[in-house]
């Protein structure tokens, strides 16, 4: 197999994900990293003003390091806990941690396991310091399931439980290590609808804790009680910051973050380092809303800088030059602090005329700059390096963060647009310029974005006419369905949902309108005058609920199937009268009528593949073949890459394997095979493993060859999608889970 040389970069958004928290080196002046959810993590470049990501190398066999939980530098040193390998396990009794050491600033990194179940995207991701280094080189780490973790010098681990509450959120551990402060959900130890106590102390290293006084939730709703969320020492008293998750959490009583939904009420304390016994509430403001983030500035005396999460008129930083018995708001929306927003879409006026800014978990002072403060959002990174004036501002950090999930990439084959990108929680750009951050595409005629796209179809002789199924966003300013450009992504018209159906096509409609309710899939004909789509139920696509000119979709079936079909409904690229539809078990469906009515046929695919979801939520990928009717390329995962063929004499679908039995193709697009496209078929790009080497691969004659255009530094995390170039020979686009879109083109030697 032939390797050809390949460079990649990143089209810039940047930002976008949840960044879970920071950690200085205390020992080293300018060592800064940040953990997230399920990018990885990453270091700060002062000489840049730019992050650099340190799990490009990693790859879909093993997504573990993508999923950070705790980060820790010190002596020059980067400890990183993560996993689990297996995405969404919840098996507390799987030894599937890892802990990732660096001694090059994540250059490159040594492995070793950790005996317990841990995960950056799941229930406290966004809570406190999870992972200690201590001067002996001891770690301290605090579990979701399994307790206080302690791994000693030898690399051994020990687990201790904290009076029989196993799911920590934070820790602070004193300069001897006698002295443990442990933060905990007050799951394990529930009592009726009340969680159980959250705050522990050891004074023998670890070995016992008794309770600490902390304060009380007075609420006898569901779920009432605080957790311990956030931690930070001065040279006087421990502060902690408590939250207390809201009813309607949705994530029940592992709704312990602020990302659990909301957040009803919380407290601020203080604890005096002597004793450790009684607190003082020095909360700064009577409003209901949890806190989290909380830092103390060591070259100040007496600062102390703490924020609010899921505050209903938008969240404040708040500051305290007396320890806490005072505050001043700091940072408020628009109003106080001087926030200003580099990033196009960051910008207030894509946001209703409000701070795009939430979640701030962690706050974070630089111990070599009093002035420079760092703060956390579920949208990347912000700043203040003039934090102790009273003229204090605020921007955007994010260059170089690209954490971002993208579900869909298109490739037009005309037009100002290069890039069509459909993404979770941030909607999609319309990339004109490879190398440039986005404007704000996605969008009403007011500029309020819409949020989570599924997917967008258009035909390929006319491609300005876009149709977009995308979700509303959270305030409920844009609503979720089906939206349509005709200027090239410029702007976009919400289309009116089917209600009038009946009454379950009513309340999916209802439903989708919302915030953040998945809209279902879409279709445009060949000659962009119609549009098909089927309304989603969370993330299936069932066919009773397909839509073709406000109407019920009829399917004749081959047979009675006592399960509820599904339908997939795309395009035909050359003929405006077909349309094609996949179901589960590998069922498929053809139109001859423009959509309006389906007729399922003999299908030669593998038995088994569920087509009938929303991308992502299966593990196909289907790619139209451009100037071909009836043509279509299938990454089937395990059963590998297959060419799918309609033919309209016969009535009757063919279908050819290209890749060999044994190899695997998880993602699959297409480009032009020739620097000066003749119209021939096309060169296939691919995701998988091929003769047993993981990798992106391509193929100039339908499969007989593949030829590897990546390394092992370059692998980019969770791969959702893949296209080729339309109009570049050579490139293509890579659309991670984990570390944004990847542009990829072939380097002239």
Known sequence: ???????????????????????????????????????????YSYEEDKWYSLAMHVGMEDLSETFPIGIAAADGKLYVACGVSSRYSADPDEHCGRLCISKDGGDSFTYEDIPCFIHGNLNGRGTGKHLVAASSGRLYLASQCNGLGIRQT??????????SEMYLTSLYVSEDEKTIVAGTAGVTNKSGSSRGHSLYVSRDAGESFTPMDEPADDDDAMYSGFVAHRMAADDEYLYVTFSASAPNAYAGWMAYSCDGGWLKSGRVARYRLDNLSAYEDITPADTPCGYGGITVNPAVSGMVAVASLCAGGGDSIWVSRDKGLSWEVALHDLDRG?????????????????SPVHWMSDLAINPYDKDELWFNTGTGVFVSRNFTSDARSFSDCCDGIEETVHLNLYSPPAGEVQLLDILGDLGGFAFRDLHKACKNSFADEAGNRYITCINADYPDTNPDIIALAARGNWTGVTKGGIIVSKDNA????????????????????????????????????ADGCRIVYTLAEWVNLWADNAICEGKSIEVEYLSENSERPKLKIMSDRVDPGYFYGFGENSRLYVSKDGGRSFKELPSPLPEGIDFGMIDCADKTQIRGNSGFSGSFYLALDKHGLWKLTYDKDSDSF????????????FRCGLGIRDAVYTGGEKMIY????????????????????????NDDKHRFGDINCIEGDSRTFGRFFIGSGSLGVIVGEEVSL
């Open 1 to 43: 197999m032939k390797r050809i040389p390949y460079k990649y970069y990143n089209a810039p958004i940047p930002g976008g994900g949840y960044v879970t928290g920071f950690a200085f080196d205390e020992k080293n002046k300018g060592v800064l990293y940040c953990r997230t959810d399920i990018g990885g993590c990453y270091r």
């Open 154 to 163: 030898d690399g051994s681990w020990s687990f201790k439980d904290v009076c």
């Open 338 to 354: 001087n926030l200003s927003c580099r990033t196009d879409y960051l910008k207030p006026e894509c946001h209703g005329g409000h």
């Open 490 to 525: 410029k702007s976009w018209e919400r289309q009116p949902l089917p209600y009038g159906i009946n009454e379950r096509i009513d309340d999916i409609c209802r439903g989708i309108e919302q915030p953040n309710v998945n809209p279902g899939w879409v279709a445009m004909s």
């Open 654 to 665: 063919g279908a050819l394997r290209l890749s060999a039995e044994g190899d695997s193709v």
């Open 686 to 709: 691919i995701c998988g493993i091929i003769g047993g080497e993981y990798g992106f691969f391509r193929s100039a004659d339908e499969g007989k060859s593949w030829d590897k255009l």
